[in-house]
C-alpha cells in the first residue's frame, strides 16, 4: 500500500482566519458592486461556505460574461499560504 502523508492540523488555518478572509473578498466585491443575485457571485459565495466549513481547498476561474471579467481564485487552507481572488478584465468574455 502507497504511503499517506498525513496532515499536520497545526498548519492549517483556522475557522476564524478562513472567515476573516472571505469577508474581507465579500466587502471587496460588493464596494465594486457586485452583489450575491448574480449566478456567478452566488457560485463564488457557495464555494467560501465550504472552503469555510470545510477547510477544503479550492482554486479555478468563474467567468462573469456580462462585465466582459474573470475572477480567478485560489482558497488555501495552509497558514503560509494567503488566498488568493483576482478580478480581471478578459475580452474573450
Known amino acids: 500500500m502507497p504511503k499517506r502523508n498525513k496532515i499536520n492540523k497545526s498548519k492549517l488555518k483556522t475557522e476564524e482566519m478562513r472567515i476573516n478572509e472571505v469577508n474581507e473578498v465579500k466587502e471587496k466585491l460588493e464596494s465594486y458592486g ?3 443575485e448574480m449566478d456567478e457571485i452566488d457560485f463564488l459565495y457557495k464555494k467560501f461556505d465550504e472552503y469555510v466549513k470545510h477547510n477544503k481547498r479550492w482554486s479555478g476561474q468563474i467567468p462573469l460574461t456580462m462585465m466582459g ?4 481564485v485560489n482558497l488555501y487552507n495552509r497558514k503560509n499560504r494567503p488566498s488568493v481572488v ?3 478584465k478578459d475580452s474573450s468574455v
Open 34 to 36: 457586485y452583489c450575491e
Open 69 to 72: 471579467q474573470v475572477i480567478i
Open 86 to 88: 483576482l478580478l480581471r
